[in-house]
């Protein structure tokens, strides 16, 4: 498949004039829009899928005792032989209360396959949902996920001190949550034992994506149901709750993205994000201490769902530019 840097450049004239249209628009109908580019980046992820049948994939192994607890690893053979590669976890999407890891049996193994391909072991993650699992399941998740990772990524070739998480929406909600929030960090009154304490070892890093940073139950967020099933009926809640609440704790490398044209309040949201730990970095960096790599970028032209609906499907800038800080 040809590779593109062009935001939108793998698709159809037609097709990219549709998302021009309906991106000023995006937060009136996400559901009809999300399906929209599903159906447009799935022939290409299918097609990109199956000119790659050597990339092994391990489906529905459990990292904890829930039917969702459940992820699946992608390796290409040569990964797993070798030894020693960057291992990304992905997070995906659902507005907290629905989403699956695969939804069509593409996309979102469009993304841990992509990663895959251009040698990394790839974790695509599932995790419990609202109401059923309420604040901080999500999170809790994630770090049992870490966990699962650093035991067993070392069978396919991973390093386990190059884990990188990448989050998706809620999914990036719940990354940045595990990283930062003090409920979770330590978990010593949980049920899973913390992995993000300081034994072992943080994540490598972190890319947000489009991430629900803030609770928010906005007269014009499509999602506000979610957000309450997840962070509770309690509004006066949802401040100290809210990852951005605990921004300036979070002490990996980290890359916050953002799409054009996303779900009402998400774009600026992720640069606040971005702005609070910059300033915390800065204030550190002025004492002397030493700060971790911080990166934001805004994907022009792309909306809340193709801003991962696109990995696999020949178009690489953003792919390219997460490679490149993994890799700083």
């Not at 628009?25 to 159906?39: E, K, L, P, T, Y």
């Not at 469009?110 to 040698?119: I, K, L, T």
């Not at 030493?290 to 990995?311: D, E, G, I, Y």
Request: glycine residues 8%.
């Amino acid at each position: 498949m040809r590779a593109v840097q062009e935001p939108l450049g793998n698709l159809s004239g037609e097709t990219r004039e549709h998302f021009a249209r309906i991106g000023p628009v995006w937060g009136s109908d996400i559901n009809a829009h999300r399906d929209f580019v599903v159906q447009a980046y799935t022939p290409l992820v299918a097609a990109a899928s199956a000119a790659d049948p050597a990339c092994e994939i391990e489906r529905d192994l459990a990292y904890g005792s829930h039917e969702r607890q459940r992820l699946d690893v992608f390796v290409q053979p040569e990964t797993r032989a070798k030894g020693g590669a960057d291992v990304v976890l992905f997070v995906h999407g659902g507005a907290f209360v629905r989403g699956r890891k695969s939804v069509n049996g593409f996309i979102y193994d469009n993304v841990p396959r992509w990663f895959a391909r251009q040698g990394c072991v790839a974790i695509n993650v599932e995790y419990r949902l609202a109401p059923e699992a309420p604040y901080p399941a999500g999170a809790e998740d994630v770090a049992a996920a870490l966990a699962w990772a650093r035991e067993h990524v070392a069978r396919f070739g991973g390093d386990a001190r190059r884990i990188f998480l990448v989050g998706h929406s809620a999914g990036g909600a719940h990354v940045a949550a595990a990283l930062g929030d003090p409920l979770l960090v330590p978990l010593s009154a949980a049920p899973f034992a913390s992995p993000l304490d300081a034994s072992p070892a943080p994540p490598a890093g972190a890319v947000l994506i489009s991430a629900r940073l803030v609770a928010d139950v906005l007269p014009d967020n499509p999602n506000a149901p979610g957000v309450r099933a997840y962070f509770g009926a309690d509004e006066a809640q949802y401040a100290q709750r809210s990852p951005l609440a605990h921004a300036e704790r979070i002490d990996v490398p980290l890359m916050v993205v953002v799409a054009e044209f996303e779900n009402p309040y998400l774009d600026a949201y992720g640069a606040a994000f971005f702005a609070r730990v910059a300033e915390a970095r800065q204030r550190a960096a002025s004492a002397g201490e030493r700060t971790q790599p911080l990166r934001f970028m805004q994907m022009a032209r792309h909306n809340h769902t193709s801003v991962v609906a696109h990995f696999d499907s020949g178009e690489t800038l953003l792919g390219d530019a997460i490679l490149a800080f993994f890799r700083a």
